[in-house]
């Protein structure tokens, strides 16, 4: 298993299928120092679904600031966007 890392983050967008989703949502990471480490994305019928990896060590915004960023970028899109700590996202999801 890979080790953990305090800067990184899982970040998740869901919503209807339409034209700029990952444009509007990577210009955000983009402009604020993010990396994105890994990335799924997949369409179901009209249902777009995303999955980030990313490491915020040189992250420009505080946790709480890019949390806010990526949920504005998402409402104007209209899709929910969310990030959690990877540590805690594991936590919640282990079997």
Same mark, same amino acid.
């Given at each position: +298993?890979?080790?953990?890392?305090p =800067?990184r &983050?899982?970040?998740? &967008? *869901? /919503?209807? !299928?339409?034209? /700029?989703?990952?444009?509007?949502? %990577?210009?955000? *990471?983009?402009? =604020? !120092?993010? @990396?994105?480490? @890994?990335? =799924?994305q997949s369409?179901?019928? @009209?249902i777009?679904? +995303? %999955?980030? *990896?990313? @490491?915020?060590?040189?992250?420009?915004?505080? $946790?709480?600031?890019?949390?806010?960023?990526? =949920?504005?970028?998402?409402?104007?899109?209209g899709?929910? &966007?969310? +990030?959690?700590?990877?540590? &805690? $996202?594991n936590?919640?999801?282990? *079997?």
């Amino acid at each position: +298993m890979a080790e953990l890392s305090p =800067t990184r &983050v899982v970040i998740t &967008v *869901l /919503g209807k !299928n339409r034209p /700029g989703i990952l444009a509007a949502i %990577t210009a955000v *990471l983009g402009e =604020t !120092n993010v @990396d994105i480490r @890994d990335i =799924t994305q997949s369409v179901i019928e @009209d249902i777009f679904t +995303m %999955t980030m *990896l990313a @490491d915020t060590s040189a992250c420009t915004l505080d $946790f709480t600031g890019l949390q806010q960023e990526l =949920t504005a970028a998402g409402e104007e899109i209209g899709v929910s &966007v969310q +990030m959690q700590r990877e540590d &805690v $996202f594991n936590f919640m999801y282990r *079997l």
